[in-house]
């Protein structure tokens, strides 16, 4: 089993910035993906950014030169550091992982984002 805890989430002006943070617990050597999608009420989770299984980083195209996601391997810690912030990033942000032997993909239990005046 994986645990992943996000933190980070919060009120922001537009414009502003926020970083995410997800800490992973477990067996976490066998991560194979992990990255971040977002929640707006009504619609299905959507994929912000990931570093897929092949070493490489995928942003969706809404986000693409305003968030960056990394992480430290000393931590356990993916980041997603966004910036320029508008009020269409206002969502729920959920952290997520894909573990090799299981089927299902694990889940953090999101953190809220709010961009507004």
């Known amino acids: 089993q994986v645990q992943l805890v996000e933190s980070g989430g919060g009120l922001v002006q537009p414009g502003g910035s926020l970083r995410l943070s997800c800490a992973a617990s477990?067996?976490?050597?066998?991560?194979?993906?992990m990255g971040w999608y977002c929640r707006v009420p009504g619609n299905e989770r959507v994929l912000v950014a990931a570093?897929?299984?092949?070493?490489?980083?995928n942003y969706a195209d809404f986000v693409k030169g305003r968030f960056t996601i990394s992480r430290d391997n000393a931590k356990n810690t993916v980041y997603l550091q966004m910036n320029s912030l508008n009020a269409e990033d206002t969502a729920v942000y959920y952290c997520?992982?894909?573990?090799?032997?299981?089927?299902?993909?694990?889940w953090g239990q999101g953190t809220q984002v709010t961009v507004s005046s």
């Open positions: 477990g067996i976490i050597f066998r991560i194979k993906e």
């Open positions: 997520y992982a894909d573990v090799g032997g299981f089927s299902a993909r694990f």
């Open positions: 570093f897929t299984s092949n070493g490489r980083t």
